[in-house]
């Protein structure tokens, strides 16, 4: 099975400027991604999208492929993932080349570790899925069985039950993405979305995680990355 390892990295990031090529631990966050799917030995290719010719070079530096640059439209604050996708697929088949599968491994995710990429995507060729994500649990107190949706006739429980379960025991196991790996069939892709027909996970739950989005999840990866 051809895979594509695909790192998105757009230069205009605002709740941490520059963060792709920051420098985390005394390497850039981008080479957290990048070094990790090299490692893998998984994938047909491992390829960063960006439209800044910076990120490029530091992303080349570190092993990755950048055969083409992301057009400055699709690298906007309402710049959407799967459009992205879309735009690498697309210039590839320019290319003659040609993927069963993309997985999409954010930059905000450095704690990703290889052997959860190795796993997902054995998984995923085993049980044969369109899509596969990596997860986490969702504590209890936030669990959906137990969160109300206001409704123009009163509250409702969110997954449309009629009585909250009595014991937290009681609760169906349920799964929040952790933004690590997005793991999908190309034909999905093609149609508009991540998520295919036939959906599996791969838990993290244990293992160390953070998704950057500010600069208190930066300060978390500074000290996670110390206690590894």
């Known amino acids: 099975m051809e895979i594509l390892a695909l790192i998105p990295a757009r230069g205009g990031s605002k709740g941490i400027p520059r963060k792709n090529v920051k420098l985390l631990q005394g390497k850039p966050l981008i ?19 960006t439209e800044d010719e ?5 992303a080349k530096k ?4 950048i055969p083409f640059l992301r057009p400055a439209a ?20 320019e290319q003659n080349r040609f993927f069963d599968a993309v ?24 049980v044969g899925c369109d899509t596969l994500l990596s997860v986490r649990s969702v504590p209890h107190e936030f669990h959906p069985d137990w969160v109300l949706f206001p409704t123009e006739n009163g509250a409702k429980i969110a997954t449309g039950i009629s009585e909250f379960p009595k ?9 929040h993405r952790d933004g690590a790996i997005y793991l999908t069939k190309t034909a999905v892709l093609k149609s ?6 036939k959906i599996e996970l791969v838990a993290t739950d244990g293992l160390p995680h953070v998704n950057l989005d500010t600069p208190a999840d930066w300060e978390l990866a500074e000290q ?5």
Do not use: W
């Not at 080479?31 to 999208?49: D, G, P, R, T």
């Not at 491994?105 to 054995?122: D, F, H």
């Open 62 to 65: 570190y092993g990755a492929q």
């Open 224 to 228: 996670l990355l110390k206690s590894l």
């Open 192 to 197: 508009g979305t991540f998520y295919g027909d």
């Open 167 to 175: 014991q937290r025991q009681l609760l169906r196991p349920a799964f």
């Open 103 to 126: 997985c999409l491994l954010q930059p905000t995710a450095p704690l990703r570790s290889v052997g959860l990429i190795q796993a997902a995507v054995a998984k995923f060729k085993e």
């Open 31 to 49: 080479a957290y991604s990048i070094e990790a799917a090299l490692q893998a030995n998984c994938f047909s290719e491992v390829m960063v999208s």
């Open 74 to 93: 699709q690298a906007t604050d309402s710049a959407c993932s799967i459009a992205v996708v879309q735009h690498v697929l697309e210039a590839y088949a």
């Open 54 to 58: 910076s990120i490029a070079e530091v």
